[in-house]
Structure formats: C-alpha cells, structure tokens
C-alpha cells in the first residue's frame, strides 16, 4: 500500500495487517492507527501521529521514520513492536 499525501481523521482508523506493508510520504494521523506489519516513511518529512491521536504497534508491528523520523506533536504512541528512526 503506498500513502502519499496522506492523512487519517480524527475519526479515521487505519489497520496495518500482520503481513501487510504501507509506504507513507507526507502521512498525518488525527486518528487510530494500528501496525502490526510494517509502516515506513519514504518521505522527506516525518510521519506524523498530530495531537489526540492513538497509535499502537502490537508483535512484529514496525514503524520506521526512515530519515526525517517520527514526530509524535502531543499523540499517545503505545509501543509493543519496534519502532526505528528519530522520535
């Protein structure tokens, strides 16, 4: 799955399956994101997780913020996978 120019609502909810895989450039999340495959930046900003949002990695879930990172902006991250990249 590639999100481009990307942004979930505050009340949006997005599953990333246990095998699955989305490339994001230019993502924001408002609302619920869960990972339990692999969610990467391919951008040249951060991935975003904006202010009241919810985002958990669960098993093998992986974000990875590539090189401009992750910037959380006041978001609940509850990390039970891996998460790479800066914070």
């Known amino acids: 799955l590639t999100l481009t120019d990307f942004v979930n609502g505050s009340a949006g909810r997005l599953?990333?399956?246990?095998?699955g895989f989305a490339n994001a450039d230019d993502f924001v999340s408002h609302g619920t994101t869960t990972v339990n495959g692999l969610l990467t930046n391919t951008g040249v900003a951060p991935l975003t997780f904006a202010a009241g949002s919810r985002t958990t990695t669960q098993g093998?879930?992986?974000i990875s913020g590539g090189a401009a990172g992750v910037d959380l902006n006041g978001a609940?991250?509850?990390n039970n996978g891996?998460?790479?990249g800066d914070t």
């Open 15 to 19: 599953v990333v399956g246990t095998k």
């Open 60 to 62: 093998a879930g992986r």
């Open 82 to 84: 891996t998460m790479s």
């Open 76 to 78: 609940l991250l509850v």
